[in-house]
């Protein structure tokens, strides 16, 4: 099967590019920026907000897992939200008609659901509360509206948590950063539960579902995806540290000592805008906020165990210590229109 990705550079898209070509498919990534650094698969350069780009590359293909969007909580206005998660969900579909591609699955997010205590399950409202979440979410109906089209339409909904592993730079790298320099500081308890996504168990369960379990599927199917059991933030932050052969630090900061200490953080951050690692945000986020999503109904659907997610994470502190502390991260957040 060839298999369209757009995004299909970035973090999620190279690793599902990975798992399906080893299943014998073939991929051709769409995305703003091209591989890293020696590898050798094929690569378009485009932009899902350009209409006749997507609908000339897509040409050929057989299905389109769709995985571009805008997606960071720094450096990207409202209106790019819209226009890459909502209208290049709207161009995806329409080149897929006009392309006659029956089968799509889209990434969305466990953020369609905002700030809803748990049990967050797939039968909970939405109630996003960002951008980002509005935009998936809105971008989610689309897609549903594209499966409408025709009885031949297919359309696999992953909304899965954060997703970690090797080759991902975000919140779980920098912790692991901050970890091995030394520059981590245990705030109250930690015994708040995060709910994560190890990246080789993300993959592999969407290949599972989407194409060797299709037929077994509606027209359009939403599924979370978390892996289980969650776990709290200090086994996180101890499973980093046994994983990097560090010992743990013997004291913690109380928590509202914390949040008095990132005032001035806070304070650059208002007048600036700059995404600093240190704010009475992040410090609530890890050491307080609970995220917890349940994803029973894909686990039953799944025929192979995932790997436990502390031994996710400790593939992803030896993929860090052999090489990946000292790789350039690339800005991949999308422009606004009109702005190169």
């Given at each position: 099967m060839?298999?369209?990705l757009?995004g299909g550079?970035g973090?999620?898209?190279?690793?599902?590019?990975?798992?399906?070509e080893?299943?014998g498919?073939?991929?051709?990534?769409?995305?703003?920026?091209?591989?890293?650094k020696?590898v050798?698969?094929?690569?378009?350069?485009?932009?899902v907000?350009?209409?006749e780009?997507?609908?000339?590359a897509?040409?050929?293909?057989?299905?389109?897992?769709?995985?571009?969007?805008?997606?960071h909580?720094?450096?990207i206005?409202?209106?790019t939200?819209?226009?890459?998660?909502?209208v290049?969900t709207?161009?995806?579909?329409?080149?897929?008609?006009?392309?006659?591609?029956?089968r799509?699955?889209?990434?969305?997010?466990?953020?369609?659901?905002?700030?809803?205590?748990?049990?967050?399950?797939e039968?909970?409202?939405?109630?996003?509360?960002s951008?980002?979440?509005k935009?998936?979410?809105?971008?989610?109906?689309?897609?549903?509206?594209w499966?409408k089209?025709?009885?031949a339409h297919?359309?696999?909904?992953?909304?899965p948590?954060?997703?970690?592993g090797?080759?991902?730079?975000?919140?779980?790298?920098t912790l692991?950063?901050?970890?091995?320099?030394?520059?981590?500081?245990?705030v109250?308890?930690?015994?708040n539960?995060?709910?994560?996504?190890?990246?080789?168990?993300?993959?592999?369960?969407t290949?599972?579902?989407w194409?060797r379990k299709?037929?077994?599927?509606q027209?359009?199917?939403?599924?979370?995806?978390?892996?289980?059991?969650?776990?709290?933030?200090?086994?996180?932050?101890?499973?980093?540290?046994s994983?990097l052969?560090?010992?743990?630090?013997?004291?913690?900061?109380?928590?509202g000592?914390?949040?008095?200490?990132?005032?001035p953080?806070?304070l650059?951050?208002?007048?600036?805008?700059?995404n600093?690692?240190?704010?009475s945000?992040?410090i609530?986020?890890?050491?307080?906020?609970?995220?917890q999503?349940?994803s029973d109904r894909?686990?039953?659907?799944?025929?192979?165990?995932p790997?436990?997610?502390?031994?996710?994470i400790?593939?992803?502190?030896l993929w860090?210590?052999?090489?990946?502390?000292?790789q350039?991260?690339?800005n991949?957040r999308?422009?606004?229109?009109g702005?190169?």
């Amino acid at each position: 099967m060839k298999i369209f990705l757009t995004g299909g550079t970035g973090f999620v898209g190279s690793a599902a590019c990975e798992h399906l070509e080893r299943a014998g498919h073939t991929c051709v990534a769409f995305d703003l920026h091209p591989f890293s650094k020696g590898v050798e698969r094929t690569f378009i350069h485009g932009d899902v907000r350009d209409l006749e780009k997507l609908i000339q590359a897509s040409k050929g293909a057989d299905a389109i897992l769709h995985l571009a969007a805008a997606h960071h909580d720094f450096g990207i206005d409202s209106q790019t939200f819209h226009d890459v998660n909502v209208v290049g969900t709207q161009n995806v579909c329409q080149a897929m008609t006009i392309n006659g591609i029956s089968r799509l699955c889209f990434y969305s997010t466990v953020a369609v659901y905002g700030e809803s205590p748990p049990p967050v399950s797939e039968s909970t409202p939405p109630r996003p509360v960002s951008d980002y979440g509005k935009t998936k979410l809105l971008a989610e109906l689309v897609c549903e509206e594209w499966s409408k089209e025709s009885s031949a339409h297919r359309c696999l909904v992953i909304r899965p948590t954060v997703i970690f592993g090797p080759n991902n730079f975000a919140n779980m790298y920098t912790l692991i950063r901050q970890i091995d320099g030394g520059r981590f500081l245990r705030v109250g308890r930690m015994d708040n539960f995060k709910s994560l996504a190890y990246i080789d168990n993300v993959v592999r369960a969407t290949e599972e579902l989407w194409i060797r379990k299709s037929d077994e599927r509606q027209p359009t199917e939403i599924y979370n995806y978390v892996d289980k059991p969650d776990l709290t933030s200090i086994e996180i932050v101890d499973t980093i540290y046994s994983a990097l052969g560090k010992r743990k630090p013997a004291l913690a900061i109380p928590y509202g000592l914390a949040r008095m200490m990132a005032i001035p953080f806070d304070l650059v951050i208002g007048v600036t805008g700059k995404n600093l690692p240190v704010s009475s945000a992040r410090i609530k986020k890890l050491a307080k906020s609970n995220t917890q999503f349940e994803s029973d109904r894909i686990h039953q659907l799944l025929s192979e165990k995932p790997v436990p997610l502390r031994d996710g994470i400790r593939e992803m502190v030896l993929w860090y210590r052999s090489g990946g502390k000292f790789q350039t991260v690339i800005n991949r957040r999308p422009s606004p229109l009109g702005v190169s």
